[in-house]
């Protein structure tokens, strides 16, 4: 048997791009448990030059067949171009593996339902790599809501902005295919993280569109899901030199406004391995800042303190997907959860094609 207390879980991995090169790989061989045994890239040598055969250990394929053909591989990854996740991971639980598909997990809601009832019949994991649970602004902002600091929250609002004016030629994430564009690279962690939140909405107003000149993508949304009195708000585009809040939480008792990103991705891409923790800390200078009344009735005095951001760490997302697979915990993430999230994303297309506000059926798949 493989992945027990003793024997590393070997893992496969479909795709080297920056998702399996950034978000997969550095994970899957930093957390005790894991081991990652194989990658598929079809064509180019980057994955045999990061990770050498004969210092690693790690095998280099050409072909989804030959990893599926391997028996000793238990579970694979899948980093490839948004509309593929479908069907690679359909012919991977076939083959008896449990897997892993990163976001968005499927371009539409029935595929992920087929998958769903797939992984169920066969037995097998299956699980959406949504990571930025495991960002520590958006554990800060759980630490700040479990503890009731803002009172009754009013407005939550959630920004992931970039600054791309012009559309990048040569890459497969500005062409118009279905399940490309910001809505379904960017909308699935906004979505996740609201419904990790705040659960279903009752209602949700959407308006999606492309901004830019010359774009064949939806390169901004905006998403209002409609709760009991109170709105959560996801926005982004690629139009924001100067850009919003991350977050922005509005309450009875006061506010939290936190700016930047979560520092993970940016020192992965720029080539530091998760080895320690250092990497992990986000600097004061970036530590959100909670305002609040101490009393409402002079709402005038206000007290304002900067609250230090727990620190984020990716490899949690694995060592999770490791404990379910032994059998000792339950997955963080679950494929219920993807299939929300990729339903309510179709519900916001649809809002804003119908420009209105739409009832939110995004039960359970």
């Known amino acids: 048997m493989t992945g027990t207390a003793t024997h590393p879980i070997p893992v496969g991995l479909i795709g080297f791009g920056l998702a399996g090169r950034i978000f997969h790989a550095p994970f899957i061989t930093t957390v005790p448990g894991l081991r990652l045994a194989a990658i598929v890239q079809r064509t180019g040598n980057c994955a045999a030059e990061a990770y050498p055969e004969s210092t690693t250990g790690v095998r280099i394929l050409r072909s989804v067949d030959a990893l599926l053909a391997d028996e000793t591989v238990r579970l694979v990854v899948v980093g490839t171009p948004n509309p593929t996740h479908f069907e690679l991971a359909k012919q991977c639980l076939m083959a008896g593996k449990d897997v892993v ?14 998958l769903l009832s797939l992984a169920k019949a066969n037995g097998r994991l299956l699980a959406p790599f949504h990571n930025r649970r495991w960002d520590g602004d958006f554990l800060t902002v759980q630490q700040i809501l479990a503890m009731g600091k803002l009172g009754r929250v009013t407005t939550y609002e959630s920004h992931f902005d970039r600054y791309r004016p012009v ?3 040569g890459t497969w994430k500005e062409s118009g295919e279905l399940g490309n564009g910001l809505l379904f690279d960017l909308g699935p962690h906004l979505a996740d993280q609201a419904l990790a939140l705040f659960g279903s909405p009752e209602a949700i107003t959407a308006d999606i569109r492309c901004d830019r000149d ?13 709760y009991p009195r ?33 520092p993970q ?20 200078s970036a530590w959100g800042t909670l305002t609040l009344a101490p009393d409402n009735h002079t709402p005038e005095h206000l007290t304002h303190q900067k609250i230090p951001t727990v620190r984020g760490d990716y490899r949690g997302y694995y060592a999770n997907l490791r404990d379910a697979l032994r059998g000792t915990s339950q997955l963080a993430v679950t494929p ?16 804003s094609q119908k420009r209105s506000t739409l009832p939110c059926t995004i039960g359970a798949a």
């Open 101 to 114: 598909i990163d976001k968005p997990f499927t371009t539409t809601s029935a595929e992920a339902q087929e």
């Open 214 to 226: 010359h774009s064949e993508i939806e390169d901004a949304f905006d998403i209002t899901l409609h």
């Open 265 to 284: 991705e940016p020192t992965l891409i720029a080539g530091q391995r998760p080895v320690d923790d250092s990497w992990l800390r986000e600097e004061e």
């Open 167 to 169: 559309p990048r030629a």
């Open 230 to 262: 109170m709105r959560a708000i996801l926005r982004s585009t690629m139009i924001a030199a100067s850009p919003a809040p991350r977050f922005t939480l509005h309450g009875t008792h006061g506010s939290y406004v936190k700016h930047g990103l979560d």
């Open 336 to 351: 219920q959860d993807a299939y929300r999230v990729i339903r309510l994303l179709e519900l916001a297309r649809e809002s």
